[in-house]
């Protein structure tokens, strides 16, 4: 498929990188210097701007959302819009976009870098639909919600990664601080949080893993009562809670 993809930033980087490998990309943003240098690294083409690409029949907008109207306006053409710009909803992209109407709105996460994104996604057709999800299968898993729901879902994968690093980050430093060198810490964690991710896809609940590794008496036992005293889930509920909210926020 020929892609066309607007704003090589933190996000566009990572997509190039994952749909370069199946796709014919091309990659346009403000810095053509830039531009060609993600393009060589990615093994995708560099463009001036969208007027220089013929017939793409997807064009891909990453370009944070204060500068995503100047970008639609000058989509022509019958291709597939996807914008990854958090809190624009699709009626004020098709008011945007001079007659376009195929628009898919997605909420990815950074994790398209090793094409392991959650990718939840809004559409109202299904002929772009079958076409999105041709490209994006490669990038990660594809979730369709109700548009409302790309909020909290915003929260959980789109911010989520931060979420998660945050107690990686703390479970690493406590276990450097215990003696264990930081590279094996790293290590550990990071598969601990890839098997229990694997056990979820399993359909294994969170509750199911807890109660599974908690012996009466035991080690987990010990820590999770130290969560509980310290009232770790209200917090985290609080995160999750607050990031939706400002997701709604955004969207006004
Ligand atoms: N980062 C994430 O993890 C993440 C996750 C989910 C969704 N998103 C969404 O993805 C979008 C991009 O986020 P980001 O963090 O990747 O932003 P970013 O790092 O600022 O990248 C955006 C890039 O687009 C360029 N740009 C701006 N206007 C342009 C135009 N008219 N034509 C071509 N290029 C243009 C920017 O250049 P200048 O810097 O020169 O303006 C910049 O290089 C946002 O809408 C965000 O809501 C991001």
Redesign the pocket.
Known sequence: MRIAL???????KALATALSKKHELIL????FEETKKSAEKTGGKAAKGLNEIKNPEMIII????A?VQ??IGQIKGPATVVS???GIPIRKLEEWGTGTRNIIRI????AAECNEAVIAYATNDEQNEKRFLAAFSSVGVCLKVEEKNLDPITAIS?SGPAFLAFFAKAMIAEAVAEGLDEATAQKAVAQTLIGTGQLMLWDWSPQKIIETVASPGGTTEAGLKMLEADKASEAVKKAVKFATEKARELGK
């Open positions: 607007i704003g090589i930033g933190r996000l566009g346009v943003d403000k810095d990453a370009v944070k959302p500068h100047e970008v990854c710009a958090a909420m990815p996460n950074i789109g």
